[in-house]
């Protein structure tokens, strides 16, 4: 395993909630990720950092925020909940360029 | 702008029979080349990765892939299947330089039929 926690692994809320999803690794890897996995799309990157602070937009980072105030930590916060948001959400860590990402194991959620 | 198509959403084959699942895809940059599977309910683990040199590339559980330029292609092979094979295959590619991000297709779901 590449150390990598996702929390919670699974959530239901309702629409127009907050929701943080939390991705924390133990590896010490600069670069970090957040995807959505969702059936006929693969997945697709919503949002990744490249250092404490240093974060950028993906393909679908509409209605998406993230932080990351240290290293091991990348939050990813849907700020209010639309049922378009339903997905699976995995993160994923990269250390030096050239290596591959390693994913976690993923978030369910849904908004109802 | 990078697009990865992955040519077959479904794949059925019998137990000990060979596979190959095919990747083409498009890009104005080079790029690096991956394998990722994904079994029920869990993560993607990474297969394979053609990052350069020989275009004949090895992974785990006896997969191999080969890269094609000329034909932009990436297909991922096993001689001879079994039923732990079964699972989902996502082929992804991501420019060299920049923050390396992952584009992925929308994946091959490959059973196994005993």
């Known amino acids: 395993d590449a150390g990598i926690t996702q929390s919670p692994r699974h959530k239901v809320t309702e629409t127009g909630t907050p929701v943080t999803l939390r991705c924390h690794q133990t590896e010490n890897h600069r670069y970090m990720y957040w995807y959505r996995q969702d059936p006929g799309h693969g997945l697709r990157l919503i949002h990744y950092s490249y250092g404490v602070k240093d974060t950028d937009k993906g393909e679908v980072s509409d209605g998406y925020s993230v932080s990351r105030s240290k290293t091991e930590d990348f939050l990813l916060t849907l700020e209010s909940a639309t049922s378009s948001q339903t997905s699976v959400y995995f993160c994923?860590?990269?250390?030096?360029?050239?290596?591959?990402?390693?994913f976690g194991d993923g978030t369910r959620l849904s908004i109802l | 702008a990078q697009s990865v198509t992955q040519l077959d959403s479904q794949v059925p084959v019998f137990e000990e029979a060979p596979v190959e699942l095919r990747c083409n895809y498009s890009s104005s940059v080079s790029v690096y080349l991956f394998w990722y599977v994904q079994y029920p309910n869990q993560g993607l683990q990474l297969l394979l990765k053609y990052l350069s040199g020989s275009t004949l590339v090895k992974g785990i559980n006896g997969f191999e892939a080969e890269f094609n330029k000329s034909q932009t292609s990436f297909h991922l092979r096993k001689p001879s299947v079994h039923i732990s094979d079964t699972a989902e295959y996502f082929c992804a590619v991501s420019p060299l330089t920049g923050a390396n991000n992952l584009f992925f297709g929308t994946g091959t779901r490959l059973t196994v039929i005993p």
């Open positions: 994923a860590i990269r250390g030096r360029e050239n290596q591959p990402q390693h």
